[in-house]
């Protein structure tokens, strides 16, 4: 595969809004269907974005996080599925760069370049909470390891030419083994039953017997021994998505009362976008729309600072407003996708129509992790000056 090499932060927007466009004309039939996107991935791949973090050293653009922010909340506003499959491979991307040798970040990094895509095999099911690993790296008496487990929830392991797998060492410590999509031992499985996000492939990855070379592990629980942006990133992501969901469900909102609805009788007026109540409604909506944008905007900004300057106190701070956004974007997702209905009307509820997918895709993604806990922090944060945890997931 060739990809194109994007040169700034500009050109990465420039990208992704034209990619938004297109990515938008078939979401509504990709999601009823359940049609993976092969072709917008590869569309995707070739664009270059997904290589717009690699470090200028090693021949990319290293955007902003506010630029990688803004991309993600482009593409979720037009697709939320399609949006969601490279947030992994930006994490573990982010993992080559934080705890890979010269020699791995040489490799890999030349693999984004070339339009490769990471996925992911992290989350498994019946353990105790979310950290309890169980996948295996097993040493071989060659320094290689053979891996074992099965992980859900894999989102873009069934698109991906690597899947990075987190599991413990003989250690007990965490490690991230990169995988190839096609390694003798690895099944993925596409069972992914989800009411919305349903173009994900968000399914099953069984890993048996899996050979891995030594210099294919990295050392992930090194990550957290200092202050780390690995969570605030990752977070921030998911933070993108929901805004642009909450965008997206909100301007087809406005154009589906502009052109399809009609006026309540008691309003006296001639079409349903000059009733005074709907422009009410359509103004409160508009203002979480605006404070999650706003919140993801400042948050981004502070993963940047700290980039600049990781300190305990500034990794706290992009943390902490991280987690603002967090919240406030799940909130708005969920609660503008569901006032659709509410302002457009009862043709909006027809199953063919598909209007609903907005309202699906916001109520399972913001299910990823509970905002109540950020609100913890946040608050424990404000009241007490107590730092977040360094966890991955904050």
């Known amino acids: 595969m060739t990809a194109h090499v994007i040169a700034d932060d500009a050109e990465a927007l420039a990208v992704a809004a034209s990619l938004a466009g297109e990515f938008r004309a078939g979401a509504s039939a990709r999601d009823a269907e359940r049609r993976l996107?092969?072709?917008?991935?590869?569309?995707?791949?070739?664009?270059?974005?997904?290589?717009?973090?690699?470090?200028?050293?090693?021949?990319?653009?290293d955007v902003?996080?506010?630029?990688?922010?803004?991309?993600?909340?482009?593409?979720?506003?037009?697709?939320?599925?399609?949006?969601?499959?490279?947030?992994?491979?930006?994490?573990?991307?982010?993992?080559?760069?934080?705890?890979?040798?010269?020699?791995?970040?040489?490799f890999f990094f030349a693999e984004i370049l070339a339009g490769r895509r990471f996925g992911n095999a992290q989350s498994e099911a019946g353990t105790r909470h979310v950290l309890d690993i169980r996948t295996r790296l097993h040493p071989r008496p060659d320094g290689s390891y053979r891996l074992d487990g099965v992980k859900h929830y894999s989102t873009g392991a069934l698109f991906a030419d690597w899947i990075p797998v987190l599991a413990r060492a003989e250690d007990d410590e965490l490690h991230v083994a990169y995988v190839p999509g096609d390694a003798p031992g690895v099944t993925v499985i596409d069972d992914w039953d989800g009411l919305g996000q349903r173009t994900t492939a968000s399914g099953t990855v069984r890993l048996e017997g899996v050979e891995v070379p030594a210099d294919r592990v990295l050392p992930h629980h090194l990550t957290f021994q200092g202050p780390q942006l690995h969570g605030a990133v990752a977070q921030l992501l998911h933070a993108a998505i929901d805004t642009g969901i909450a965008g997206g469900a909100l301007a087809e909102a406005?154009?589906?009362?502009?052109?399809?609805?009609?006026?309540?009788?008691?309003?006296?007026?001639?079409?349903?976008?000059?009733?005074?109540l709907l422009i009410q409604r359509f103004g409160e909506l508009a203002l979480q729309v605006r404070a999650s944008e706003a919140l993801l905007r400042e948050a981004a900004r502070a993963v940047d600072v700290a980039r600049a300057d990781l300190t305990d106190d500034s990794a706290a701070e992009a943390s902490i407003a991280v987690a603002a956004a967090k919240v406030q974007a799940a909130q708005a997702a969920v609660d503008v996708a569901s006032a659709l209905f509410e302002v457009s009307g009862t043709r909006s509820a027809l199953n063919s129509l598909n209007l609903h997918r907005h309202?699906?895709?916001?109520?399972?993604?913001?299910?990823?992790?509970p905002t109540r806990w950020k609100i913890q922090h946040i608050g424990r944060y404000v009241l007490n000056g107590t730092r977040p945890p360094r966890h991955g997931l904050l």
Request: hydrophobic content about 40%.
């Open 37 to 61: 996107p092969r072709a917008e991935l590869d569309r995707l791949s070739a664009s270059g974005l997904l290589a717009v973090t690699v470090p200028a050293e090693h021949g990319g653009a």
């Open 64 to 106: 902003s996080t506010a630029t990688l922010a803004e991309v993600f909340r482009l593409l979720a506003a037009a697709d939320a599925s399609l949006a969601q499959i490279p947030q992994s491979h930006f994490v573990y991307a982010n993992v080559i760069r934080r705890q890979g040798s010269e020699e791995q970040r040489k």
């Open 254 to 276: 406005a154009e589906f009362v502009r052109t399809r609805s009609r006026p309540w009788f008691e309003s006296g007026v001639d079409t349903a976008a000059e009733d005074p």
């Open 359 to 369: 309202w699906r895709d916001a109520r399972t993604h913001t299910l990823h992790d």
